[in-house]
């Protein structure tokens, strides 16, 4: 992070005010698990199915800069980032019951997106680097050792969107998706292996400022 400062105070100094823009950035996102539901797990004490859940809301607040080229820009981005989703648990037979688990997580994204403004409207897309910080899997490490390996893991994915600028505000549409295989290829529950391909994925609504 220290770096990524250098550079934009950096070229803050250096670069025309007309090509390089700084600014705050912070919104609201809605986020959940991706994965294959996993069915028929017999644990000895019943017969259940793991699927995802509902999506999850958070929030993001950072920086965000962009370095113009004509109607061509680069957009690098740093920001705190919350979310999550949720994993259900239906009880097919046995002495179990359902449930849901709440897994919530806190990381720092850093998207560098490439796009093309035309007037006040822009199109962008780009890869995403995400370090976990923390993460809570709400009992779900009790069906799998695995699931605790998520805030452990920095991860890789995309983000693709749309904006429109007026003057210093900016709101921003994207959609992120998760390149990284979090927990691996497979998981053992109730000393079963289990396919299990978790890749978080959200929509991200933000709202920007450019000090200059």
């Known amino acids: 992070m220290f770096l990524i400062c250098a550079i934009l105070l950096f070229a803050i100094a250096t670069v025309d005010a007309q090509m390089f823009r700084i600014g705050l950035k912070g919104g609201i996102g809605f986020s959940k698990l991706t994965f294959d539901d996993i069915t028929n797990i017999n644990d000895g004490a019943g017969v259940y199915d793991l699927v995802v859940g509902a999506s999850v809301a958070g ?45 919530r997580f806190g990381r720092i994204d ?15 897309a780009g890869p995403v680097g995400s370090i976990m910080i923390r993460e809570d899997s709400n009992g779900l490490e009790q069906l799998a050792n695995e699931f605790s390996s998520l805030g452990r893991t920095m991860g890789f994915g995309y983000q693709a969107g749309v904006g429109i600028e007026l003057s210093r505000i900016t709101l921003d549409v994207r959609y ?37």
């Open 59 to 103: 929030y993001h607040i950072g920086l965000q800069s962009k370095v113009k080229l004509g109607s061509f820009y680069v957009q690098p981005e740093i920001y705190w980032n919350t979310g999550g989703g949720t994993v259900e648990k239906i009880v097919k037979s046995g002495n179990i019951e359902n449930d849901i688990f709440n897994v």
């Open 176 to 212: 992120e998706g998760s390149l990284t295989r979090y927990l691996g290829d497979e998981v053992i529950i109730g000393g079963n292996p289990y396919t299990l391909d978790a890749r978080p994925s959200q929509w991200i609504i933000s709202l920007g400022y450019w000090f200059n």
């Open 110 to 124: 850093i998207p560098v997106l490439a796009g093309y403004q035309f007037g006040p409207l822009r199109m962008n």
